[in-house]
C-alpha cells in the first residue's frame, strides 16, 4: 500500500519545507517505504485543509505537525506511527 505523505506550504523554497522534505524520504527510502509525497503550495487547494499554519505536514490524512519544522525525533515517530510498511518490513 502507497503511503500518502502530503506538505502544505506557500513556497516549495521554504527552508522548513525543504528539510522536512528531506528527512521524511531519507526515513522512507531506508526503511524502503512506498511513498507518494505531495508539496501543495496552491492557496486554491490548500484552503481545503482547513488549516493557514505552515508548513502542515500530513501523513495518510492525519496532521502530524503544523507551524514548525518538527525535530527529527518528533517526524520519525509520527511516520512509525502513521505509515504502511509492506510486508517482510
Same mark, same amino acid.
Given at each position: 500500500?502507497?503511503?500518502?505523505? &502530503?506538505? %502544505? /506550504? *506557500?513556497? /516549495?523554497?521554504?527552508? =522548513? !519545507? ?9 526515513? #522512507?527510502? =531506508? ?5 507518494? %509525497? ?6 486554491? *487547494?490548500?484552503?481545503?485543509? +482547513? !488549516? %493557514? $499554519?505552515?508548513?502542515?505536514? #500530513?501523513? +495518510?490524512? =492525519? ?7 518538527? +525535530?527529527? &525525533? !518528533? $517526524? #520519525? &515517530?509520527? #511516520?512509525? &506511527? ?8
Amino acid at each position: 500500500m502507497t503511503n500518502k505523505i &502530503e506538505i %502544505l /506550504s *506557500l513556497g /516549495s523554497a521554504c527552508r =522548513k !519545507t525543504e528539510n522536512i522534505i528531506g528527512l521524511i524520504k531519507f526515513f #522512507l527510502e =531506508k526503511h524502503n517505504v512506498e511513498y507518494e %509525497l505531495n508539496i501543495i503550495t496552491d492557496p486554491n *487547494l490548500i484552503i481545503n485543509y +482547513n !488549516t %493557514l $499554519i505552515f508548513p502542515t505536514v #500530513l501523513i +495518510n490524512d =492525519k496532521i502530524v505537525s503544523r507551524g514548525y519544522k518538527p +525535530n527529527n &525525533e !518528533t $517526524i #520519525l &515517530e509520527a #511516520l512509525y &506511527e502513521n505509515i504502511n510498511f509492506m510486508h517482510g518490513q
